[in-house]
């Protein structure tokens, strides 16, 4: 069946949408010159700043000042190049990076790696009638972190279980590593780790005690168990914790020694069933750098399940976006975003100069012919494109050379929940209440 075809866009909606918790403070900091910027930025890329997605700021004077006019066509390309890579950009500054900055790995020249999960037509009803997934389709790639986004109810938790061979599907294929989920689970099974909605810890335990279970029950002889539980509470922060009771322990804790407990064994393919549900907003965001972090270390295949977009956008290199049952859309987090209308660049200019910078500045990107509209909106001027880094370099260098600089210069792209609101004519806050409200 094909693709659904996306509504309208709505206005963008602002990135300060994170989930309630206290306010994150950010530092907007110069790239070029590595001063604090106060009055506006000159240069963003996309994320949600309270949720710490990368962003990138960077003085419109210095970057006249400092860019030689023939490497400004190449200057956003190397300096998001850069940061994707987590380098230094030269300026004194180091870089942190999420997932969302990192490079895709299943774009561009790389070469596609072999497939970890293929899932052909999967689906399952349930005695009474409810059909949990309604006959889902999509590949993951050895090494990828595989997102499924929707609300709570859409049959999320329903289709890891089916790939992890816990659930029965009634119809349809999937194979995971190679196997065949319904034709031989027993063979399957030691080779997948398991971190489900619900914490799944003895609480009467120690952590240490905790995972030397995990690792005899996986089959690993008593010195692999020490060694490998030694490792991962070292991994997970969890030494000082490690030979008390996992009831004294906070959520975030018993969160990472349930996954902890997933990995004993070094599965091959990991799933994580809501893996921050339960956490305030700095315990998500440390448990985002730490699968991050797995991913990189381990090299496993993760699918994930969620319900809350930053984490979608922060972790995945690719995801579904699932809704009754259904997969209603799939791709990058980037190219998902694009199909719901352009990013908005936004120029501002100091007051003195703004009422005729803004009509020059309208009538020169107008007749240059480089945006699918413009919109003027008090005391700034919204450029829309699709391309942004492609976009900015020849914007600005136009502006300049009729010394209509601006003074600052944002960017802001659709979010996820933009483009959830697309595909089923509904936010994602808006199905999780309709989702309570029939339960």
Known sequence: MGKRAPAPPRPRSSYRTAPAGPAVPVERTCHLCSSPIREGVAYTRTGALDEGHRRLYVHAECYFEHVPE????????????????????????????????????????????????????????????????????????????????????????????????????????????????????????PRLGFAMQDVGVDELATGREFLHLQGRLYGLSKQQTRERSDELLAIFDLEDAADRRIESYSGGMQRRVDLAGALIHEPEIVFLDEPTEGLDPRGRREMWHLLEDLNERLGATILLSTHYMEEADALCDRLAIMDEGRIVARGRPEELKATVGPASIQLRWTPERTPEALDEARELIQSRGVAERLQRSGDQLYVYVHDPPRAIPGLLRRLGAADLAPDSLSVEEASLDDVYLAYTGRSLEQAEQAQEGSG
Do not use: C, H
Not at 108 to 119: F, H, L, M, W, Y
Not at 148 to 175: D, F, H, R, Y
């Open 70 to 189: 023939d490497r400004r066509d190449d200057y956003w390309r190397e300096l998001s190049s850069q940061l994707a890579q987590g380098s230094s950009l030269g300026t004194g500054a180091s870089v942190t990076t999420q997932s969302s900055a990192r490079a895709r790995t299943d774009g561009g020249s790389e070469p596609k790696r072999p497939t970890a999960i293929e899932v052909d037509g999967l689906a399952k009803t349930y005695p009474d009638g409810t059909q949990a997934v309604r006959s889902v389709s999509f590949t993951v790639q050895e090494g990828e972190v595989f997102g499924v986004l929707g609300p709570n109810g859409a049959g999320k938790s329903t289709l890891i279980g089916m790939l992890g061979t816990l659930v029965e599907p009634s119809q349809g294929q999937g194979t995971v590593a190679g196997v065949d989920v319904r034709e031989d689970p027993d063979q399957l099974k």
